[in-house]
């Protein structure tokens, strides 16, 4: 069983940074592979970026390459995404989640425990 509880989101103004961070508590943290995702209102969930548990590799969706940054401490069981150059269509709330099986790490149905979210909203 894994505990993920994300913070950091926010109001913030197009341009902007945020940094979110999931904390996890109970399996082996850093044995697990970690995903960000996003919903935004009426959209389905997305992939937004991965970091693997060995050598720690990142894979990013397009649309936040050069933007994003996904990182991990598992020293502090902690899940990062540092958001730059925020624009309004990043506005989702987003979740962090922990890999349970073997499909892509792109793939939401790989991911087995998800934490809350937390809401993220770009003004113009």
């Known amino acids: 069983q894994v505990q993920l509880v994300e913070s950091g989101g926010g109001l913030v103004q197009a341009g902007d940074s945020l940094r979110l961070s999931c904390a996890a508590s109970?399996?082996?943290?850093?044995?697990?592979?970690m995903g960000w995702f996003r919903q935004a209102p009426g959209k389905e969930r997305e992939f937004v970026a991965a970091?693997?548990?060995?050598?720690?590799?990142?894979y990013m969706t397009d649309s936040v390459k050069g933007r994003f940054t996904i990182s991990r401490d598992n020293a502090k069981n902690t899940l990062y995404l540092q958001m730059s150059d925020l624009k309004p269509e990043d506005t989702a709330i987003y979740s962090c989640?922990?890999?349970?099986?073997?499909?892509?790490?792109?793939?939401?149905?790989?991911?087995?425990?998800w934490g809350q979210g937390t809401q993220v909203t770009v003004s113009s």
């Open positions: 989640a922990a890999r349970t099986t073997r499909l892509p790490l792109t793939n939401r149905l790989a991911y087995g425990y």
């Open positions: 109970g399996r082996t943290f850093s044995n697990l592979d």
């Open positions: 970091i693997t548990w060995i050598a720690g590799n990142t």
